[in-house]
């Protein structure tokens, strides 16, 4: 496929933006159960959410650069039932706005306890709000890995390695973010942040690695005989059709040499996931306060990198068809 | 149920582009509006097109033939570009199974032409609307034209007859007929999207011709040498027939 940078920008913004929230959700939640110590409503969680939301709204401004007519946007939402895409529409807006929720519930200071859970949790607005942020969260990550899942003849695609890398690609993004932001807010919170980003690092690293192995052992099940139907070994296209290129050339192919396409391979690799956990290590080593920054940094660009990587990688069958300009 | 569909002799298709510049022309004005085209003289015309003919070389040399391959919409059973939709834009008509796209609800994500295998459908770069075959929908279903134009336009154009159009779920229709005599197949059945489309392989003829048959039974001119003589009482053509 050919990777457009509108959709690149979408997919990693958002991650970051979900990540994040989960990131301040469970740092609450560990408050709570008195396993961190609590942090300021406004300066920590209210401004934490409030970058989880400019980062989701960041994707979904990038979102309307892929739309050929960006003006009838709003249609997009009518069919959840079927497509995926549709989910996706509905679920991004719910999420920013449970977001904000949650974060203006912080800013204003509803704090106090509404109830308590067996005499030792107590319930406040910003917990629940949070909880609902966090299902639409999680729902937002399954319909955007989805729309890429669902298409069976993506064969790269279909696996369910792809929701759970879309998943844990962004959590690690969104932790790595709240350690950068734990890190310059001057909070204690980097070491927990940056363990737990580590953690979902290298656990993004197993299930990235493995959908780049089963690509590679990947056996694709149509090819020009079937795309044509004729049963021959030896079948050349002579002409596609076009002199020029066409929407079909230039959509499903990204027309890069084998060594960009492995170079950006190796960037990412090695972007994504070594360099952060190694400057987070350092971080914790030397009490960086910028460290832990550039590792969020780096690994951002990592993961622009990677889902680069996720589009070009993808074989559309529809390429069978286009071959060879005479 | 009515499934209307295209079916493509491959057999005696022989790569003129007639299908594809009637296809162009008659979708290019009226109600369907441009199919936008770019750069026409320069060294990389590009535009959008319903339908196109490729050729493929099967087999190596000097054992070889030509196959041309037009490919347009295949309007499957099972479309996967519909479902993905998410304007509901791309849409199946219940009453003939044609696919179609409601070009003032399409927002030009291009997802459904992600979802298409065949790579069937083509945005258009000057409206930013995703286009594709509509098997003529103005045309055959245009109750002013007589009975024998409520055809697509390619399978008019047609000179070798390479294209028939018919309900592919009426047995007794030419479609269904054809495709049940002449082995007719869907493209990239591993999918399950069930093309509507049909394609009628190409079929060897082969003459066996036996040495008894070189020499002619009858034989005015004696070219091959005498024939034996008749019988003096034998009866002629002309006294056994009834003329």
Known sequence: ?326 | MTQLALVIDLNVCVGCHACVTSCKEWNSYGEAGPMTDFNTRGANPTGTFFNRVQTYEVGEYPITETVHFPKSCLHCEEPPCVPVCPTGASYKRKEDGIVLVDYDKCIGCKYCSWACPYGAREIDEKQKVMKKCTLCVDRIHDESLPESERKPACVMACPTSARLFGDVHDPHSEVSMAIRESGGYQLMPEWGTRPANHYLPRRKVRMTIHKDELQRADNPLKKEGELPALPADAQTLDEISSW
């Open chain 1, 1 to 326: 496929m050919h990777p457009a940078f509108s959709v690149i920008f979408l997919t990693t913004l958002i991650g970051v933006g979900q990540g994040l929230f989960l990131a301040l959700y469970t740092g609450q939640l560990y408050s709570l159960a008195n396993l961190l110590p609590p942090q300021d409503s406004r300066s920590f969680y209210a401004f934490g959410g409030v970058i989880a939301v400019a980062f989701l709204i960041g994707g979904l401004i990038a979102s309307f650069f892929h739309l050929g007519r960006p003006e009838r946007a709003w249609r997009s939402a009518s069919q959840w039932r079927t497509s995926w895409l549709s989910r996706e529409v509905i679920v991004l807006p719910i999420t920013v706005v449970s977001i904000a929720l949650y974060s203006g519930l912080h800013f204003i200071g509803w704090t106090g306890p509404w109830f308590t859970v067996a005499g030792v949790l107590p319930v406040d607005a910003t917990l629940v709000a949070g909880g609902l942020a966090m299902i639409a969260v999680l729902l937002l990550f399954v319909c955007t890995a989805m729309i890429y899942a669902c298409l069976k003849f993506l064969q790269e695609w279909h696996s369910w390695l792809t929701v759970v890398n879309y998943l844990l690609l962004g959590s690690a993004s969104g932790f790595m973010l709240a350690a950068a932001f734990s890190a310059w807010q001057g909070v204690g919170l980097v070491g927990f942040y940056g363990a737990w980003a580590a953690i979902l690092t290298l656990a993004a690293f197993v299930t990235r690695g493995a959908s780049l192995l089963r690509n590679r052992r990947l056996r694709h099940k149509s090819n020009l005989q079937t795309a044509i139907g004729v049963r021959h070994n030896h079948i050349v296209q002579m002409a596609q059709g076009a002199t020029g290129g066409s929407f079909n050339t230039r959509e499903f192919f990204h027309r890069r040499p084998r060594q960009v396409t492995r170079g950006i391979r190796i960037a990412f690799l090695v972007l994504v996931f070594p360099v952060p956990v190694v400057l987070l290590l350092l971080a914790y080593l030397t009490s960086s306060a910028t460290l832990p920054v550039l590792a969020f940094v780096l690994q951002y660009l990592g993961l622009i990198a990677e889902r680069w990587y996720f589009f070009a990688e993808a074989r559309h069958p529809q390429n069978l068809y286009y071959q060879y300009v005479s």
